[in-house]
């Protein structure tokens, strides 16, 4: 008998063992969850906290600033933060439909403030005017919309450093480091498992700042989380020149600044973010994109009013940018090309549109790269092509060519989205049954072609 029993705990403690080696193996995604990732495509990012009050730069006014300003900060301006217009269900609708596959919510910022309810800092959004667990309805909000869960977390903590007499800065002195500081590594640790086990299932995680010890507990905690920043490239700002190897994603924000700014803050075009998004989409990446809502709760209007124009463009061509991959090349000249992942040789086509092909008029366009047969079939996305509006007898039809020089295409800018026909976004064709062209194939007589058309 009590041999058994020793066998017994033996297997026990075995099976203990083995699954906490099990745990500790993990050091990167799960490649079916990068992949999984990859197919989303595009993301709403938030930055918001209690300091948008001030439309200051999000957290880092803290950096180097004096203790009566520290002081001021972690203790009056919480008082001060009651957003009585936050209705998430507004966000999460908006991002749908603008078709953002996954939202990232600064949880925690530098500055430390945590916008969820925590039992680990009073420095939070319960000890406000406001109260509500800011995190939980927003989690709430996007999950109705079917759209994928993630979390921003500043591993460096200003906060902390300030109650514990560390000067406050971004990675300028060892004890910045959670590695080199072991009370601040048990802090943000402490978090963490708050953030993903209080919340249902969190998708991703994105670590800004060092995630050494951070990324490998939030694995050991949730090994399908996807970790963006802090394990894959995240380029900030600027989307890089050509591909990079593996998933990756762009993080930009509309205007200036992450977080809301009142003054002084011109934004991007709606075209041109939505030329941003084909350009990411093309080179194989993910585009963030974000939005830094107002104090009260409401995004501003500039930034709704962006997200409805991509909202347009993403209704009409939304299967362009969506389950797709990059094609052989990213581009000709300065029009963009994707990929379908389940049908490999259909291949979207972004053309700009505005000044250079207007609405209801035809346009040809003689893609080198690209090779046809009696199979291959052309079409504009969002538009039948069997009428063109108030124009009786016009010809709208699509017709695609293979010829020697390449694949030659004549369509019509057919879709009719705005009253006065103004719509400077990109036009996107779907060309069925086609194959790449490689280099050494191209040939530069356009006399092959004169009698194509």
Same mark, same amino acid.
């Given at each position: 008998m009590i041999k058994t029993l020793r066998i017994i705990v033996l297997l026990a403690l075995t099976m203990i063992v083995f699954a906490q080696t099990s745990e500790a193996q993990q050091t990167g995604n799960l490649?079916?969850?990068?992949?999984?990732?990859?197919?989303?495509?595009?993301?709403?990012?938030?930055?918001w906290s209690f300091d948008s009050?001030?439309?200051?730069?999000?957290?880092?006014?803290?950096?180097?600033?004096?203790?009566?300003?520290?002081?001021?900060?972690?203790?009056?301006?919480?008082?001060?933060?009651?957003?009585r217009k936050f209705y998430p269900d507004d966000w999460a609708t908006l991002a749908k439909l603008a078709g953002m596959?996954?939202?990232?919510?600064?949880?925690?910022?530098?500055?430390?403030?945590?916008?969820?309810?925590?039992?680990?800092?009073?420095f939070g959004i319960a000890n406000t005017p406001f109260k509500r667990d800011i995190l939980k309805e927003i989690i709430e909000a996007f999950r109705k919309q079917?759209?994928?869960i993630g979390i921003y977390f500043s591993p460096e903590d200003f906060y902390y450093l300030y109650k514990n007499n560390i000067p406050v800065g971004r990675l300028q002195h060892e004890l910045h480091y959670p590695v080199n500081n072991k009370g601040l590594m048990d802090y943000d640790k402490a978090q963490v498992k708050e953030l993903l086990t209080q919340y249902g299932?969190?998708?991703?995680?994105?670590?800004?700042?060092?995630?050494?010890?951070?990324?490998?507990?939030?694995?050991?905690?949730? &090994?399908?989380?996807?970790?963006?920043?802090?394990? *894959?490239? =995240?380029?900030? @700002? /600027?989307? !890089?020149?050509?591909?990079? &190897?593996?998933?990756?994603?762009?993080?930009?924000? *509309?205007? =200036?600044?992450? @977080? /809301?700014? !009142?003054?002084?803050?011109?934004?991007?075009?709606?075209?041109?973010?939505i030329n941003m998004l084909i350009e990411t989409r093309a080179k194989g990446g993910n585009l963030l994109m974000n939005i830094?809502?107002?104090?009260?709760?409401?995004?501003?209007?500039?930034?709704?009013?962006?997200?409805?124009?991509?909202?347009?463009?993403?209704?009409?061509?939304?299967?362009?940018?969506?389950?797709?991959?990059?094609?052989e090349i990213i581009r000709e000249n300065d029009i963009w090309f994707t990929r379908s992942k389940t049908e490999p040789n259909t291949v979207y086509v972004f053309v700009q549109s505005?000044?250079?092909?207007?609405?209801?008029?035809?346009k040809e366009i003689l893609l080198k790269t690209l090779t046809g047969n009696a199979e291959t079939k052309i079409s504009v996305l969002g538009f039948s092509g069997e009428l063109l509006e108030y124009r009786k007898g016009a010809d709208a039809k699509a017709y695609v060519f293979p010829t020697p020089l390449g694949l030659l295409i004549s369509a019509v800018h057919g879709p009719r989205l705005y009253t006065n026909g103004e719509w400077a976004?990109?036009?996107?064709?779907?060309?069925?049954?086609?194959?790449?062209?490689?280099?050494?194939?191209?040939?530069?007589?356009?006399?092959?072609?004169?009698?194509?058309?």
């Open positions: 490649p079916e969850r990068e992949q999984w990732f990859a197919d989303l495509g595009f993301g709403m990012f938030i930055h009050q001030l439309g200051a730069v999000i957290s880092h006014s803290m950096a180097g600033a004096s203790q009566d300003y520290l002081q001021r900060f972690v203790n009056d301006l919480p008082t001060t933060f009651n957003p596959k996954y939202v990232v919510f600064t949880a925690k910022h530098h500055s430390g403030f945590c916008m969820w309810h925590t039992k680990t800092t009073k079917n759209i994928a299932k969190i998708d991703i995680f994105f670590f800004d700042g060092p995630a050494e010890g951070l990324k490998e507990y939030a694995w050991q905690l949730e &090994p399908s989380i996807v970790v963006t920043r802090g394990h *894959m490239q =995240t380029p900030e @700002q /600027y989307l !890089p020149d050509k591909p990079l &190897p593996g998933v990756w994603e762009a993080n930009f924000t *509309m205007g =200036t600044d992450w @977080q /809301y700014k !009142p003054t002084n803050d011109p934004h991007k075009t709606g075209t041109q973010i830094g809502p107002k104090p009260d709760g409401e995004i501003q209007i500039e930034q709704e009013a962006l997200l409805r124009e991509i909202a347009l463009w993403n209704w009409v061509n939304q299967e362009s940018v969506h389950n797709v991959c990059g094609w505005g000044n250079n092909w207007k609405y209801g008029s035809r976004n990109p036009v996107v064709l779907k060309l069925e049954n086609v194959k790449y062209k490689p280099a050494d194939k191209i040939i530069e007589d356009k006399s092959t072609i004169d009698g194509a058309l």
